[in-house]
């Protein structure tokens, strides 16, 4: 599902609205009461439901003037845990990831809320692009996260893939970071189509 809105239009989002097995799901399916609960104005771009499991939506916000994304997830009331043992994992490493609760009335009712560098899957893939990527890409490296001072996100899917766009001296360089690599098929004919036009590439393969 994507572009989910506040009028529920797409069927599945209107289905998911009534999953009474996630109690913070209305906060993420509606834009203004994400935002409400965000202090910030935000707009819902992606979602992902698995019916009585998980929640998980990708947002777009404009910070510094430019846009920034993030991500929201809400579980079951059994799958709450493991919401809170990534907000203590990410709060070791550095990282933003907080644990809402939308309701002081409900305990249970929790939403877990980062931004892209957050990102629990591509999180290893942005550490070594951070460490190592950059460097090997000739692009400049600045302290602290992949995207400070060096790059915008052209596209995000949560959990899945995610794409920069970095400014360089010489030609821009777009950037992509998936969960898991593209099969052989895919690659060779997304190489062949760069190649077609003339676009030099350089595969990091992050092991």
Known sequence: MTGAQASFKNPDCSLASRDDALPGLPYLLDSSRLSSLLGETVRVTRVRYKPRTSLLVAFRRIRNGAFDYGW??????????????????SRSRGGDIRVLRPDPRQDDNLVAVGGVEDDWVLYGNLLWLREHGMERLGLPQQPGSVLAGTGSVLRYKPERRLVLFVQNSGAPVVIKAA???????QQAHFLERLN??????????HI
């Open 72 to 89: 929201a997830m809400t579980r079951t009331r059994a799958g709450n845990a493991k919401l809170l043992r990534r907000e203590l994992t």
């Open 179 to 185: 969960a898991t690599p593209a099969g052989a098929e």
């Open 196 to 205: 077609l036009h003339g676009v030099p590439h350089l595969s990091l393969i």
